[in-house]
T-cell receptor, first 110, second 113 residues
C-alpha cells in the first residue's frame, strides 16, 4: 500500500464550481501535511499547509482528519487558472522525510 | 536567491551510458531531496540528505543509482548504467527545519533510448 494515496482524477468542472479532493495516508504517526500544486511540465510548489483545526486561504480550504487519516482540499468558485495537478504531501516523524501523493488532476473549463 | 538550480534541463542518452544529474540547493538550506516523477508512479522520493549526510535512501530503485552531496552547495545523482525505464523527470528540492516548504528545482527530463 502506498504511504499517500489520492484519486488521480481527472476532475473536469465548469468555472465557478466547487470541487473537493481527498487524500489518505497510512502512517498514523505522520506529523505535517500540505497541498502542493504542479502545473504542466513545471515543478511542484507549495499551495498551503494543513493544520489540525483546518485552515482557509481565500478560495481554498484544507482540513485534516487524524482519526481517519485523511486530508482534504476544497476549492470554491473555480477559475480557469486553477487547472493543475494537486499533490497531497505528508511529512513523517523522526525526520524530514517528505512523501508526495501521485496527484489529482483538475481541469476547469469555461 | 536564484532558487534550486538543476542541470542539465534535458538529457538524452543511450542505454548503458552513465548519467549524472546535478543540483545546487538554496543557500542556507540543510535538507536536500531527490525525487523522480513518471506518469505511472507519480513523484517518488529517492533519497534525502541532512547537512550533506544521506538520511534515507530507501527509495533508490537499485544499485545502478547513487547520490552524493560533497558539500552544502552541491549534490549529484548518478545512474550507471542507464536503462530506458529510468526515463523520467528528476527533481531536486531543498528545505530547512524552520521552513515547512520544500523548494523544487525545475527538474531534469531524462530520456534513455
Amino acid at each position: 500500500r502506498k504511504e499517500v494515496e489520492q484519486d488521480p482524477g481527472p476532475f473536469n468542472v465548469p468555472e465557478g464550481a466547487t470541487v473537493a479532493f481527498n487524500c489518505t495516508y497510512s502512517n498514523s504517526a505522520s506529523q505535517s501535511f500540505f497541498w502542493y500544486r504542479q502545473d504542466c511540465r513545471k515543478e511542484p510548489k507549495l499551495l498551503m499547509s494543513v493544520y489540525s483545526s483546518g485552515n482557509e486561504d481565500g478560495r481554498f480550504t484544507a482540513q485534516l482528519n487524524r482519526a481517519s487519516q485523511y486530508i482534504s482540499l476544497l476549492i470554491r468558485d473555480s477559475k480557469l487558472s486553477d487547472s493543475a495537478t494537486y499533490l497531497c504531501v505528508v511529512k513523517n516523524t523522526g525526520g524530514f522525510k517528505t512523501i508526495f501523493g501521485a496527484g489529482t488532476r483538475l481541469f476547469v473549463k469555461a | 536567491d536564484a532558487g534550486v538550480i538543476q542541470s542539465p534541463r534535458h538529457e538524452v542518452t543511450e542505454m548503458g551510458q552513465e548519467v549524472t544529474l546535478r543540483c545546487k540547493p538554496i543557500s542556507g538550506h540543510d535538507y536536500l531531496f531527490w525525487y523522480r516523477q513518471t506518469m505511472m508512479r507519480g513523484l517518488e522520493l529517492l533519497i534525502y540528505f541532512n547537512n550533506n549526510v544521506p538520511i534515507d535512501d530507501s527509495g533508490m530503485p537499485e544499485d545502478r543509482f547513487s547520490a552524493k552531496m560533497p558539500n552544502a552547495s552541491f549534490s549529484t545523482l548518478k545512474i550507471q548504467p542507464s536503462e530506458p525505464r529510468d526515463s523520467a523527470v528528476y527533481f531536486c528540492a531543498s528545505g530547512d527545519r524552520l521552513n515547512t516548504e520544500a523548494f523544487f528545482g525545475q527538474g531534469t527530463r531524462l530520456t534513455v533510448v
